[in-house]
């Protein structure tokens, strides 16, 4: 099933739900939902969906009223008992305005005199504490304001995002999967070399902006970063990275975005190197389309062994990855930068002993779809 | 019994959210509410808050078809308005064991519980949509609240024809069904 198609079928299910189909359409979308259990289990939960859809509906609608009415009332007079009770403390205070006046001088004089007394009586040392914290309160503002800046930042980048979403032509995406459980990620370069914006989406519709942090183009091998402080950070990742070179024939498993829903595909390793005898890639037999791209490859045991890449033309079937090795070396070239020095990727699985099922679904969160603009 | 026809069809009425209908039960019935909230800790704001919470347990009731209301509804809302006080208050852990109350009371346990329910699932929809982004929020709000057409959706938000708009709809459509059932399934 393709991104068309999905969009067909759901456009169908939709329109079947809400009783807008004609007597002969309906009853062979009928048919196709008896013969076919996956478009039977989408009108199931789609029906659920628009129902939650149209009671979320309601409710605003009645909020709004009520506000409406609410203020309408409120304006007219007819609700509010606040005058009557500010009435009576207008009256009293100015019954007794003279009394509260005396009072009030009375209380200023001795507060005046009774400092004046702790003053000349308590030693003159400036308590370090209280200089600390005034230092603490000023630095707390500093922060209050950078964090204020960085707001502002965030939105202006997600209103500029946004204004470019509508425009889904120019649109590229691939996937990418995390090589740290603090928000790196490893893509191909062909996926994010042309955009200015990108944002990273899991399979749970959650969206963040990430930048690319090393770009190389030869390996067509990227490194991105989510920054996005919606994003939180995982304790670790079920899978580790392979640093040595795969056997052939070796079993291979992929998760990748060739549409909005994460895809599994499965194959071998078929030769250990890339097109035309390329060192850095090696070839893999497994079904691949255009949004594949810079999805990771597992081995039975759960480890990353390359990045999808590329995809020859000409022989059906015929998919190149680039080796895991390749990952550590960008890494390695990426810790001149201090900020990243010290990310450790790990070679250690820990979905090794699980069956395929399992794995799939401890890896899946932490593969993205990636798209740019 | 004229009474009782009375808020009959006031219950009708605000079934289909009609707004006459709320505005006589806000008329004849937000005073006591607000006295109630003021004479037991709360401002006028709170009263403000749980009179119209109540109104959305009353409207929720009314529109579920087979509702019959077994008693006036000044008792209904009152008695709604002092649970949902009441447990406010514990949350702020200003209980008081029983509110200073006037009113006769009934059980409203049950439509609570279904109401709690209700307002989960919405607050989950409503978190849906917050964390869709624009324009994917405002073109489905377009389409699923504000009930316009492709082609209308189209023009007001600058599509050349009501495909390429139905192809966003649709990107837009998966991920708020993602986000919403990755939360209503657990």
Known sequence: ?373 | MKEAINEKELLKGLARNDKNAVETIYREHYKIIQTLIINNNGLADDARDIFQEAMIVLYEKARSGDFELNCQIRTYLYSVSRRLWLKRLQQLNRYSSDLVSTDNVVAVEDDLEEHNRRDAEFDMMNKAMGNLGEPCKSLLEAFYLKKKNMQEIATDFGYTNSENAKTQKYKCLVRLKKLFFSHYKK
């Open chain 1, 1 to 373: 099933m393709n991104e068309q198609n999905d969009l067909m079928i759901l456009d169908a299910v939709e329109r079947y739900i809400r009783g807008e189909m004609l007597p002969d359409e309906r009853l062979h979308f009928e048919n196709l939902r008896k013969s076919n259990s996956e478009v039977d289990q989408l009108v199931v939960e789609h029906t659920l969906f628009l129902q939650q859809m149209n009671r979320y509906a309601e409710r605003q609608d009645f909020r709004h009223t009520l506000h409406d009415v609410h203020n309408g009332l409120s304006e007219q007079g007819t609700i509010d008992i606040e005058p009557a009770k500010r009435g009576r403390v207008v009256h009293l205070w100015q019954k007794y305005k003279k009394v509260v006046a005396i009072a009030a001088t009375i209380a200023g004089v001795t507060a005046i005199a009774l400092s004046m007394l702790v003053n000349t009586v308590a030693p003159v040392t400036k308590d370090p504490k209280v200089i600390e914290l005034a230092n603490k309160v000023n630095e707390i503002e500093i922060k209050t304001d950078n964090l204020d800046k960085k707001i502002q930042h965030v939105d202006n980048k997600t209103n500029t995002t946004h204004n470019t979403d509508i425009n889904m032509a120019v649109n590229v995406y691939g996937t990418g999967f995390l090589i740290d459980p603090k928000g790196m990620m490893i893509t191909n370069a062909h996926v994010v070399k042309n955009s200015r914006n990108i944002y990273v989406e899991n399979n749970r519709g959650e969206r963040f902006r990430a930048i690319v942090l090393k770009l190389d183009v030869s390996r067509d091998m990227a490194i991105i970063k989510i920054d996005d402080d919606r994003f939180k950070p995982f304790s670790a990742l079920p899978y580790g990275i392979r640093k040595t070179t795969s056997e052939l024939a070796e079993p291979i498993f992929t998760l990748g975005f060739p549409r909005e829903e994460i895809v599994y595909g499965e194959g071998y390793l078929s030769a250990k190197t890339g097109f035309n005898g390329d060192t850095l890639s090696c070839q893999i037999s497994v079904a691949a389309n255009p949004g594949n791209s810079g999805g990771p490859i597992f081995n039975r045991n759960g480890e990353v062994i390359g990045i999808l890449s590329t995809k020859e033309t000409k022989t059906e079937g015929a998919v190149f990855a680039v080796q895991s090795k390749y990952i550590f070396q960008a890494l390695e070239e990426l810790k001149g930068n201090p900020l990243y020095k010290h990310v450790q990727l790990s070679t250690r699985s820990s979905i090794g002993g699980m069956d395929k099922v399992q794995q799939v679904k401890k890896v899946q969160d932490y593969v993205f779809m990636v798209k740019g603009d």
